[in-house]
């Protein structure tokens, strides 16, 4: 039950944080855009436990980002699977593999 509460709690600062926090500055300092369409407070839970540009720096396919997300979710990311199928649509849209594999 504890653990429920301070994952509610954390969600809860991460999305107030969000909005007004600014753009994560990526590795040469420029900001890293988040484009905020659909899905994109999902990306939220996994700033739980690494950074914003570790998460979007990614360009995967879908099988790179479905084994990703399935191994985050064994480390114990709250991503249930209706959410994992939005959240795979939304990196998919945003960060995928140019070369579509």
């Known amino acids: 039950m504890w653990r429920r509460v301070g994952i509610g709690t954390a969600a809860l600062a991460l999305l107030a944080g969000a909005a007004a ?10 900001e890293v855009p988040i484009p ?8 939220l839970r996994c700033v739980m436990c690494h950074s914003v540009e570790i998460a979007v720096q990614q360009r995967l396919g879908p099988g790179g980002w479905s084994d990703t997300l399935d191994r985050m979710i064994r480390y114990g990311a709250p991503i249930p699977p209706e959410d994992k199928e939005k959240l795979m649509v939304y990196l998919l849209r945003h960060y995928r593999d140019p070369a579509g594999s």
């Open 36 to 43: 905020q369409t659909e899905g994109w407070e999902l990306v």
């Open 21 to 30: 926090a600014p753009a994560p500055r990526g590795a040469g300092g420029q």
